[in-house]
């Protein structure tokens, strides 16, 4: 089946450096892939998604390419801020979507000022 | 943007006893999801709901859980009889396709 695996957390950073959470995936079909943050006391958040292999997607300064090639979507940022402090989910999910998101474990990421 | 509400928040239930677990979606989705998530694990696929049916379901689905959404009210996930092992917590999610929206989760503890 689908499995996701991300770089195991915690993660404590100083604001201004910079955030790399790494993730791999493995499934026979071509997934979308996704990474999502999650606050406490919510639920998870999408941060973005990208449909098609060798292109990037990002948001709020976050960025990641889908790198089919190495079955990876690496999550970066170049300067994090303490209001990055968050669980961030790497996820997949394949063209039947009824079948849901596959998700990596999770990484908490900590920025302190 | 749009949310997804779960309701309660809590709860905590006897052992062997029902509870179902609430959601209502965002109104114009018409896949509904529930996911389980159990302290420091990641979080599962449980089921997906569509046109009033069970499209597909997780072994962990087990036969004590079922789903419904009668006349589009909540969208409800009951186990019927609790077990421990079902202290978690539910993560219920629609979308109109491949975009997902997450409630904040109900926080199940059995005893």
Not at chain 2, 60 to 73: A, H, N, T, W, Y
Not at chain 2, 81 to 107: I, K, N
Request: aromatic share 14%.
């Amino acid at each position: 089946g689908d499995s996701v695996t991300q770089t195991e957390g915690p993660v404590t950073l100083s604001e201004g450096t910079s955030l790399t959470v790494n993730c791999s995936y493995e499934t026979k079909q071509y997934p979308t892939l996704f990474w999502y943050v999650q606050y406490p006391g919510e639920g998870p958040q999408l941060l973005f998604k990208v449909p098609k292999a060798n292109e990037k997607g990002s948001s709020r300064g976050f960025e990641a390419t889908y790198n089919k090639e190495a079955t990876s979507f690496h999550l970066q940022k170049a300067s994090v801020q303490e209001s990055d402090s968050a669980v961030y989910y790497c996820a997949l999910s394949d063209l039947n979507y009824a079948q849901g998101l596959t998700f990596g474990l999770g990484t908490r990421v900590s920025v302190f000022p | 943007g749009p949310k997804v509400l779960q309701i309660p928040s809590h709860q905590i239930i006897d052992m062997g006893q029902m509870v179902t677990l609430n959601c209502d979606p965002v109104s114009n989705h018409l896949y509904f999801y529930w996911y389980k998530q159990i302290l420091g694990q990641q979080m599962e696929f449980l089921v997906n709901f569509y046109n009033g049916k069970v499209m597909e379901k997780s072994k962990l689905f087990k036969d004590q859980f079922s789903v419904e959404r009668p006349d589009g009210s909540y969208f409800t996930l009951k186990i019927q009889p609790t077990a421990l092992e079902d202290s978690a917590v539910y993560f219920c999610a629609s979308s109109p396709g491949p975009d997902y929206t997450f409630g904040s989760g109900t926080r199940l503890l059995v005893i």
